[in-house]
T-cell receptor, first 116, second 113 residues
């Protein structure tokens, strides 16, 4: 089954404790991206990756890091989480960059993160 | 500054009637638009898209209309069903590379039986 898998789905942590949210896709997609969803703010892009070793900032990259060492994986790293990073996070992938052909993103089910 | 605006946070309609969800954008250079649907506790799923070379795209009960002069698009759902109750986001590739997908804030549609 084609899917984007995120882990963990739920996490409560404390300020400053490094954490990683993993994302894996089994569709051989080149493009992967991270979004956060907050009430009243919709979905905002954090980082994206066009392919292995190619990453770039989205609209809200502060406090986050990413890496793309393998095509299927795109982990989101919070080196020193703060309460304002409490949010619902979505990983997504697509065969082509958005804006070309269908531009259809496939999303994971989300990871709800709470930073105390 | 919001590049994609969904000014109605919520919309409630009766089953069988038409649902119209609206989206405005600021940049006339945007040339491709998508609608996503999101149920609680799930990730968004792609619904329908439209290119700026068209003014209408239809897929079953879902039709998207694009008015380029007004920088406005709308999603029509006819007839609406209770299972359509979800948050709907419009989105467009933004930025010079088209590699960023910018979303509106979403509209919560409730279809009442």
């Amino acid at each position: 089954e084609a899917q984007v898998t995120q882990n963990p789905r739920y996490l409560i942590t404390v300020t400053g404790k490094k954490l990683t949210v993993t994302c894996s896709q089994n569709m051989n997609h080149e493009y992967m991206s991270w979004y956060r969803q907050d009430p009243g703010l919709g979905l905002r892009q954090i980082y994206y990756s066009m392919n292995v070793e190619v990453t770039d900032k989205g609209d809200v990259p502060e406090g986050y890091k990413v890496s793309r060492k393998e095509k299927r994986n795109f982990p989101l790293i919070l080196e020193s989480p703060s309460p304002n990073q409490t949010s619902l996070y979505f990983c997504a992938s697509s065969l082509l960059p958005s804006g070309q052909n269908t531009g259809e993103l496939f999303f994971g089910e989300g990871s709800r993160l709470t930073v105390l | 500054d919001q590049q994609v605006k969904q000014n109605s946070p919520s919309l409630s309609v009766q089953e069988g009637r038409i649902s119209i969800l609206n989206c405005d954008y600021t940049n006339s250079m945007f040339d491709y638009f998508l609608w996503y649907k999101k149920y609680p506790a799930e990730g968004p799923t792609f619904l329908i898209s439209i290119s700026s070379i068209k003014d209408k795209n239809e897929d079953g009960r879902f039709t998207v209309f694009l008015n380029k002069s007004a920088k406005h698009l709308s999603l029509h759902i006819v007839p609406s069903q209770p299972g359509d109750s979800a948050v709907y986001f419009c989105a467009t590739p933004s930025g010079g590379s088209n590699y960023k997908l910018t979303f509106g804030k979403g509209t919560l549609l409730t279809v009442n039986p």
